[in-house]
Structure formats: structure tokens, C-alpha cells
């Protein structure tokens, strides 16, 4: 009886910091609702993480939201936040794990916290897609730049797996689906080098 009494007193004290957390992104949500309609928008999104010190193009702002909008509405409700809150914190532990106090990840250390993630691309795959994320060009990733290669990840896996319907690993594309599947693509260097092709 007393280990079940010492789990229930766990689970309890879980439970309890789960509602506390929820309770602060829901003020923090509320907070960056500025006009009270129960959800937000790409750019109320992207100036509050800004706040945080995560800058990001309003092309990726604009994934997290896509990725996360279940109802499809181009906004964000609280729920829906909540799902990506999640999201962003695994990589942020992810990214935390593997900086080793130095405030940025290397091409390898990314390699190895996206299969820690549970992205599985080959070599020339990842590092052309790693290449194209490292904004500075020195092979230095901070923080801001994994989210978004990761960000591009998962939309792309997203995408690939609407495709991807007998679960094979494997598309076939016609030239309609791929214009489909590309029509998110802004014809300018910077979303070139921001991954915003999904």
C-alpha cells in the first residue's frame, strides 16, 4: 500500500504542476491575444516569441501555425497552442542536451538531436537541408535557426505523409501535386535560405 499511496502522491503532484503550467500559458496566451477573439494570429505569434529572443521570419511563424491549426482557420486557438508549446519544448530540451554550454549546436549535433527528434534523412538530405538553415554560414546553429530547421521538418514529413497513404516511405507525384505540394514557396533568396518551401 505505501508505494501506490507514494505514486498516487506523485501523480497528484504532477497533475497539480500540469494545471499551474496551463494556467500561465493561458495567461500568457491571453496576454498575446491582444484583440480577445480566443486566438492568434502569425504575427501576434512571432512578436511574442520575440520577446523570448526567438526571431523568426513570419514564413516559419507561419508553419508552426499550419502545423498545429487543426480546425484550418489561419489562427491559433489555445488548445492548438498548447500542441506547439509542447512541440517547441522538445526541441528546446533537445537543443539544450546537445550545446554543451556553448550556445549553439554543430552540423553533427543537429544531425544527432533530429534522430533524437525522430528524423531519419540520409546524409546529403540533412546536411543540404542543414546548409540551407545555417544563416550565417559559419556552421553555427543557435537556438532560433534549429527550431526552424526542425519546423521545416516537420512540415515537410507532415506534407509527405498526406502523400503517403499506403505508409511505404516511398511518393509518386504528378506535376499538379507537386505544384500542390511547393505552393508555399516564395520566389526570393531569403525564404530560400529560410526553408520556407511548405
Known sequence: ???????????????????????????????????KTGSITALQLKRALAVGNLEFPLSVVQQMIRMYDFDRNGTMSFEEFLALNNFLL??????????????????????EASVKI???????????VCESFDQSKNGKFRLDDFISLCIFLQS?????????????????????QFVYCTAGFEPNPSSLSHGALL
Do not use: C
Request: aromatic fraction near 12%.
Open 118 to 128: 525522430g528524423f531519419m534523412l540520409d546524409s546529403p538530405a540533412f546536411y543540404s
Open 156 to 176: 515537410a514529413r507532415n506534407l509527405f505523409n498526406s502523400f503517403d497513404t499506403a505508409k511505404q516511405g516511398r511518393v509518386t507525384l504528378d506535376l499538379n
Open 1 to 35: 500500500m505505501g508505494i501506490e499511496n507514494e505514486r498516487m502522491d506523485e501523480m497528484k503532484m504532477e497533475m497539480e504542476m500540469e494545471n499551474k503550467n496551463k494556467a500561465r500559458l493561458r495567461g500568457w496566451f491571453e496576454r498575446v491575444d491582444s484583440d
Open 90 to 111: 522538445k526541441l528546446q530540451h533537445t537543443f539544450s542536451d546537445l550545446e554543451r554550454g556553448r550556445g549553439f549546436l554543430l552540423p553533427d549535433d543537429v544531425y
